[in-house]
T-cell receptor, first 110, second 111 residues
Framework: NAGVTQTPKFQVLKTGQSMTLQCAQD?????MSWYRQDPGMGLRLIHY???????DQGEVPNGYNVSRSTTEDFPLRLLSAAPSQTSVYFC?????????FGSGTQLSVL | EDKVVQSPLSLVVHEGDTVTLNCSYE??????LLWYKQEKKAPTFLFML????IEKKSGRLSSILDKKELFSILNITATQTGDSAVYLC???????????FGAGTTVTVRA
């Protein structure tokens, strides 16, 4: 009954550090995506994948990388963290249009 | 650029009141409109609407889509404190199955 598992739940980084947010789903969904949520701006799509080996950019991809080597996993990498990347990050997988979200990662970049 | 606008941004009601939330959109190649409820953390799916004029209902929540006027409303009747949440509207286009989200409406229900 896991659904979408996202780790870590909280993270504090210094400017310039790199890190990877992990996302795994056990529903065998082909479509996975990463969103960031900032106050007053709703959810904005960072990157998405329509299947293993296929990724594409969303609305706000700069500063982030993704890869999709398996159907289950879709990690998000911050290459060199900046204060503008302070946000709440959600991973989602979807069956058709219905998104199933992970519990989120609250990231602060100092 | 696809645009999804929700109104109001926030509202406060008392238990038992009825709430109406609005979502208007300007997108190319509309495919569907979805409503999500976000309490403390992850949004959860409420409704998906694809056809005009057909009401979707789930308990005290209902939603309808007007594809001619490009908007949807979400109604909550006999509100309870557990309805307090951010309600998100999202629109999917046929271009690439990506969802564009509105900023959300924060609903606070007071006992």
């Amino acid at each position: 009954n896991a659904g979408v598992t996202q780790t870590p739940k909280f993270q504090v980084l210094k400017t310039g550090q790199s890190m990877t947010l992990q996302c795994a789903q056990d529903m065998n969904h082909e479509y996975m995506s990463w969103y960031r949520q900032d106050p007053g701006m709703g959810l904005r799509l960072i990157h998405y994948s329509v299947g293993a080996g296929i990724t594409d950019q969303g609305e706000v991809p700069n500063g982030y990388n993704v890869s999709r080597s398996t159907t289950e996993d879709f990690p998000l990498r911050l290459l060199s963290a900046a204060p503008s990347q302070t946000s709440v990050y959600f991973c989602a997988s979807s069956y058709r249009q219905k998104l199933f979200f992970g519990s989120g990662t609250q990231l602060s970049v100092l | 650029e696809d645009k999804v606008v929700q109104s109001p941004l926030s509202l406060v009601v008392h238990e038992g009141d009825t709430v109406t939330l609005n979502c208007s959109y300007e997108v190319t190649n509309f495919r569907s409109l979805l409503w999500y409820k976000q309490e403390k953390k992850a949004p959860t799916f409420l409704f998906m609407l694809t056809s005009s004029g057909i009401e979707k209902k789930s308990g005290r929540l209902s939603s309808i889509l007007d594809k001619k006027e490009l908007f949807s409303i979400l109604n909550i009747t006999a509100t309870q404190t557990g309805d307090s949440a951010v309600y998100l509207c999202a629109v999917e286009t046929t271009n690439d199955y990506k969802l564009s989200f509105g900023a959300g409406t924060t609903v606070t229900v007071r006992a």
